[in-house]
């Protein structure tokens, strides 16, 4: 099957997998972080806080997929799952903590 | 990629959908069946006999059984007959009897003796695959829910990708190769874009607890179970009390959830510690009353004075979102007609899936119009596409055809439908392998033009409730079964028609190509 997959170089196809493992995994992690946050910020009762931040959760991989599809190279890709991610995850500890000292 | 934003989202929609594809296609098609779930029960199991409903009746037969049989349980569960499903369901927890400690019986309403039917999943078989995916617990359901979310991201990219939509929508060039199915692929997808949107974010919120659960154990910690009792709204029932205390009768509960709410149709009944001074009785009511599944809308009993103790709390609007979604999806509420709208919705979805495997090929296949057989990948892509699409129909028809001829005693008879279910999509899947493109497509779905329109008849040859007698007597479920079986075979005729008559446009390659058949299996396995 890969006899005649010659006319794209090596570097393409990696940055193609890259970018599928950005969406996949980067994009899961991202989902799940702004679940959380949502969960854990939202003035709501906490069941329909976290319903909310379920049913919100797929919005954000779906822009993941597409940032790392859309986006101009494979780091950035990551980035853009990343760096959100990682606010996600800040507002997420400091509303954690601040809920269970 | 390094192109444009559009270009890219063509790229996505091209590469997810063809990988996500096949098993997509086997997703939407079962899933499709099961709109008509209790309908193939009813046409899998013709012994179940319907009676006109009479819910106390049932009531009262349902609470003999349970008295009689399982009064050393401490669980019953009793399902009501309803219009698409004639048996009365009842079950009870008993460690010691049926797999996993639960045995379950379909009750006759009138004589209340349980159903001797035939040992088949019907329905259910297909229901659970759609989800499952006959997958070992939990694989199956992560599997298609995230082949539902490529289905969701297949949507927006192609939306996206293209981008006069409506316009376009309204061209159809028929007789023109690639260029109809593109047509016909943009078109059904428009047409139904709303369900496709419904359908493939419900499946998504169905299975959200399961696949995204970082929101409730940041939320719940440890205590997941909790988050499942505030969204439903459940209340444990007491221990047993150890004082023996007869049930109150069942019928006599039900005129009180009658009297609260008038006309509604039960669909479930739990009787906790039956027998105990502690019993609970809950009516739920049916899933077909409503929109979206409530969990308002049950009541619950002290079931030694009969005395009402609470009601299903009201939903929030987050859970009204939720729960509209799920109902959506499972349509439960749907009557006939718009049964059928979703049954079509359901097809067509099957129907953009296809052609959009069959396009990514076609437009491949073009640039080797002149060699003399495909490069290996795409014969690969051709392969598993008749394989995953008429091959699966195959499947299909050979289950109901392993329903009808499998002796009634034999032991492991609803294992064997299954299996020839699957025996029958790998045949395909080898027969595929041997013969040319065009030749397997034809050949396949000539014979499951024949497997489906003879469905009626081995119906009547081998029950005696063929179509002469269904439409008779009014039984539709038999009936519509049967003519949408006949239904399918003159369309597969059709499209095998098309496939082994006309000349084909990539020439010489299926003769040569059929000769050389133990490389090609070489390459595509």
């Keep these: ?101 | 990629m390094k192109e444009g934003f559009r270009q890219a989202m063509a790229w996505l929609h091209t590469w997810t959908g063809l990988i996500f594809g096949w098993l997509l296609f086997a997703i939407f098609l079962t899933g499709t069946l099961s709109y008509f779930k209790e309908e193939i029960t009813h046409w899998s199991q013709p012994e179940v006999r319907s009676h006109a409903l009479d819910p106390v009746h049932s009531l009262e037969v349902a609470q003999r059984y349970l008295q009689d049989n399982a009064g050393h349980s401490g669980t019953w569960f009793i399902r009501m007959p309803n219009e698409r499903e004639a048996a009365l369901s009842v079950g009870y927890r008993d460690a010691k009897g049926g797999p996993r400690g639960f045995v379950s019986k379909n009750l006759d309403t009138q004589t209340g003796q349980p159903v001797e039917a035939r040992d088949s999943r019907g329905g259910e078989f297909f229901y659970r695959f759609h989800f499952q995916l006959q997958m070992p617990y939990p694989f199956g359901r992560w599997l298609s829910t995230f082949c539902a979310f490529i289905m969701l991201l297949g949507l927006v990219t192609g939306i996206i990708t293209h981008k006069k939509i409506f316009k376009e929508f309204f061209t159809f060039r028929p007789g023109k190769g690639q260029r109809s199915w593109l047509d016909g692929h943009n078109a059904i997808g428009v047409l139904v874009l709303p369900f496709h949107l419904m359908i493939s974010y419900s499946s998504l919120v169905l299975f959200m607890y399961m696949v995204m659960p970082a929101g409730i154990m940041a939320s719940y910690g440890n205590d997941t179970d909790k988050y499942f009792n505030d969204l439903f709204g459940r209340n444990d029932a007491p221990k047993v009390a150890n004082v023996a205390t007869p049930l109150v009768p069942l019928p006599s509960l039900y005129a009180q959830v009658q009297a609260l709410q008038p006309g509604a149709r039960i669909g479930n009944i739990q009787v906790q510690n039956p027998g105990d001074s502690n019993a609970r009785v809950t009516f739920t009511q049916s899933a077909a009353d409503h929109v979206a599944y409530r969990r308002s809308a049950n009541w619950t009993f002290d079931g030694a004075s009969g005395a009402l103790l609470s009601q299903g709390k009201p939903e929030s609007g987050a859970m009204m979102t939720a729960f509209s979604f799920a109902g959506l999806h499972m349509g439960n509420f749907a009557g006939p007609w718009l049964r059928w709208l979703y049954f079509f919705f359901g097809v067509s979805g099957t129907a953009v899936i296809g052609t959009g495997l069959v396009m990514w090929l076609g437009k491949r296949q073009l640039k080797h119009a002149k060699s003399e057989r495909l490069p290996g990948e795409l014969r690969l892509v051709e392969v598993l596409n008749i394989a995953s699409m008429s091959g699966l129909l195959l499947a299909v028809a050979g289950f109901f055809w392993a329903n009808r001829l499998i002796p009634m005693g034999v032991e492991g008879r609803a294992d064997w439908e299954i299996n020839t279910f699957f025996i029958a999509w790998g045949l395909s899947l080898v027969h595929a392998v041997l013969r040319s493109g065009r030749r397997a497509w034809g050949e396949q779905l000539a014979l499951g033009a024949l497997a489906f329109a003879l469905l009626p008849l081995l119906n009547g040859l081998a029950t005696g409730q063929g179509l002469n007698h269904s439409v008779r007597v009014g039984d539709w479920a038999m009936a519509g079964f049967d003519l949408t079986a006949l239904g399918t075979g003159l369309f597969l005729a059709w499209l095998a028609g098309k496939m082994l008559r006309r000349p084909k446009p990539v020439a010489k390659r299926p003769s040569r190509a059929a000769k050389k058949p133990s490389t090609e299996t070489a390459e595509a396995s």
């Design chain 1, 1 to 101: 099957m890969t006899r005649k997959t010659a006319g794209l170089p090596l570097s393409y196809r990696l940055a193609v997998a890259s970018r599928s493992l950005a969406a996949l995994l980067g994009g899961y992690l991202l989902a799940s972080l702004a679940s959380v946050c949502i969960a854990l910020v939202a003035p709501l009762p906490q069941v329909d806080a976290t319903l909310t931040g379920l049913l919100l959760s797929f919005v954000f991989y779906l822009l993941a997929f597409i940032w790392c599809f859309a986006c101009r190279s494979a780091w950035r890709a990551w980035l853009g799952v990343l760096a959100p991610s990682l606010l996600l995850g800040l507002i997420s500890a400091i509303a954690y903590w601040m809920k269970n000292p």
